[in-house]
């Protein structure tokens, strides 16, 4: 049996070394050094193979290496093939640093004391107390939950929006497409940790923006689709959003000569925010076969009507 990686072949490296000590029975393959295409019952993947189907016709599970599945055709997979995104600790915890850190940085001023210092101007600011900050994440999954559980212990004012209704310790949580403009009014600073669906594509649009308080700020690393970039723009030209934090754009890479890159409030990065760990992405995906093979459904797996 065969379990295929296609994913960055450094990490895939040390993949290989955690099969062959915890798994030695799985003949663990990176793409394209795959041997026999009909022994594929697995596959770990960011994108998967053209013509997956007549290539792998014995496939029984397709892993996502990471924790978003957007990136992947459901109509390219068979049916009876489950899609399983990534649940594991480590996507968690990166992410809860990079959300931290880019919250801090707007709360305590971090970002506007860059330009400061670039114009050699001595000039300290007010900073609220994180009591009297409130965030707002779009999401209350896996990431949004570590995200808002460390904000909490900053003290930051935190709620969750989410499609269900949710019960989150210490989080004010909201549910469903109407309370999403109650959710905003009481945002300053808006974490987006969505998937990238048809229902949630565009869904950072110039109206959303628009319905959070003057002032506020956006953290955004869920996915660049979920964006109107150039409304992001005209909000902060307006004056109406004081920062953007981008992890994520469309396209990726973003072009150099795109006027995110020079805006004086917008601070980018390269699609890093968070990625699994290869020991703790094998130890889940491990712990998945075994569920598959008990005939127990995989943590993760993908709804593909809902997209996520
Ligand atoms: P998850 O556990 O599936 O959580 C998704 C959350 O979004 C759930 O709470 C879900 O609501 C909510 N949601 C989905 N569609 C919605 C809608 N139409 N309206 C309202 N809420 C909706 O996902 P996750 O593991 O936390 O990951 C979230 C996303 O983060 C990924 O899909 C990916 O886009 C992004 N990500 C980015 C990076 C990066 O480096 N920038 C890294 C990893 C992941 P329910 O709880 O009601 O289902
Ligand atoms: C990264 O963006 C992921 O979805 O894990």
Not at 153 to 175: N, T
Not at 240 to 260: K, M, N, S, Y
């Amino acid at each position: 049996m065969t379990f295929v990686y296609k994913a960055d072949p450094v990490r895939g490296a040390r993949w290989a070394e955690l099969f062959a000590e915890r798994a030695p029975h799985i003949d663990f393959r990176i793409w394209p050094d795959i041997g026999d295409e009909s022994r594929v019952r697995y596959l770990a993947t960011w994108v998967p193979p053209e013509r997956l189907a007549e290539r792998f016709p014995q496939l029984q599970a397709v892993f996502s290496v990471g924790a978003g599945v957007d990136q992947i055709d459901f109509a390219d997979v068979p049916a009876h093939v489950p899609i399983v995104r990534m649940i594991e600790p480590a996507i968690a915890e990166r992410m809860v640093e990079y959300v931290t850190h880019a919250v801090l940085s707007i709360h305590r001023g971090f970002a506007a004391y860059d330009a400061a210092q670039a114009a050699g101007r001595w000039q300290p600011m007010v900073a609220p107390l994180a009591g009297e900050v409130r965030v707002g994440v779009l999401g209350a999954g896996q990431l949004a939950q570590a995200v808002l559980s460390r904000l909490g212990l900053f003290g930051y004012d935190c709620a969750a929006w989410s499609r269900s209704a949710k019960s989150i310790v210490g989080v004010q949580c909201f549910a469903g497409q109407e309370s999403l403009p109650a959710f905003l009014a009481r945002t300053d600073i808006l974490v987006c940790l969505l998937p990238l669906t048809p229902e949630t594509r565009g869904i950072l649009s110039d109206e959303l923006l628009g319905a959070l308080p003057r002032g506020a700020s956006l953290v955004q690393t869920g996915r660049g689709g979920h964006l109107d970039q150039q409304a992001l723009l005209r909000r902060l030209d307006g004056d109406h959003l004081r920062w953007a934090f981008l992890d994520v754009t469309e396209p990726e890479p973003l072009p150099p000569e795109h006027p995110l890159w020079r805006h004086p409030k917008v601070r980018i990065t390269p699609h890093i925010a968070s990625s699994t760990q290869p020991d703790t992405a094998v130890a889940a995906v491990l712990e998945n076969l075994e569920r598959l093979a008990r005939g127990e459904p995989a943590v993760g797996a993908v709804d593909r009507t809902r997209g996520y």
